[in-house]
């Protein structure tokens, strides 16, 4: 198995809605990544996790909250979102130290 | 901290001619990659560049490192039309990947 896979595909969510994207590997990559990619943007990291540990957060706000209970399972929990919220969320994987990063085919989330 | 700049952001080719991208970046990085994306669709892994005059080439696209001028280029060779999308760059920092704000390519019969 070499890819990333994210679910949902697209969500819609009120501002007082609670939900969660979730992303899983299984290539045995112990570094994975949340970005967030506006329209005609490029992706911005958000955070990142090295086995299984938080290591980077982009100052990102709390209404964002991720989540690593395993070496193949990440998730972003989002709650009280705003409408400018509404973006692309991508999920990849890498070894730790190796080269090459392994993007999800993205989660469209819209806020309203 | 590191920045990613590309250029041209916005590239009008016409079929069966030559054209190339620009991406530089500010400060030391191990790696410098490059993407394809389509419109809605994820990233798509086209080149990874580990050192100095790496050169890297897939069918119509040619992809070059020079780390002392921390620049990279992308090079393509007789455009076609399913070359239209969108490419970024993207240098390695520490655990971050950080991007170039993209080109837009259209390619015309």
């Known amino acids: 198995d070499t890819e990333v896979t994210q679910t949902p595909k697209h969500l819609v969510m009120g501002m007082t809605n609670k939900k969660s994207l979730k992303c899983e590997q299984h290539m045995g990559h112990r570094a994975m990544y949340w970005y967030k990619q506006k329209a005609k943007k490029p992706p911005e990291l958000m955070f990142v996790?090295?086995?299984?540990?938080?290591?980077i957060n982009e100052s990102v706000p709390s209404r964002f909250s991720p989540e690593c209970p395993n070496s193949s399972l990440l998730n972003l929990h989002l709650h009280a979102l705003q409408p400018e919220d509404s973006a692309l969320y991508l999920c990849a994987s890498s070894q730790v130290a190796n080269y090459g990063y392994t993007f999800g085919s993205g989660t469209r989330l819209t806020v309203v | 901290e590191l920045k990613v700049e590309q250029n041209p952001l916005f590239l009008s080719m016409q079929e069966g001619k030559n054209y190339t991208i620009y991406c530089n970046y500010s400060t030391t990085s191990d790696r410098l990659y490059w993407y394809r994306q389509d419109p809605g669709k994820s990233l798509e892994s086209l080149f990874v560049?580990?050192?100095?005059?790496a050169v890297k080439q897939e069918g119509r696209l040619m992809a070059s490192l020079d780390t002392k001028a921390r620049l990279s280029t992308l090079h393509i060779t007789a455009a076609v039309h399913d070359l239209s999308a969108t490419y970024f760059c993207a240098a390695r920092y520490g655990n971050k990947l950080v991007f170039g704000a993209g080109t837009i390519l259209r390619v015309k019969s």
């Open positions: 560049l580990l050192s100095n005059g």
């Open positions: 996790y090295s086995y299984e540990k938080l290591s």
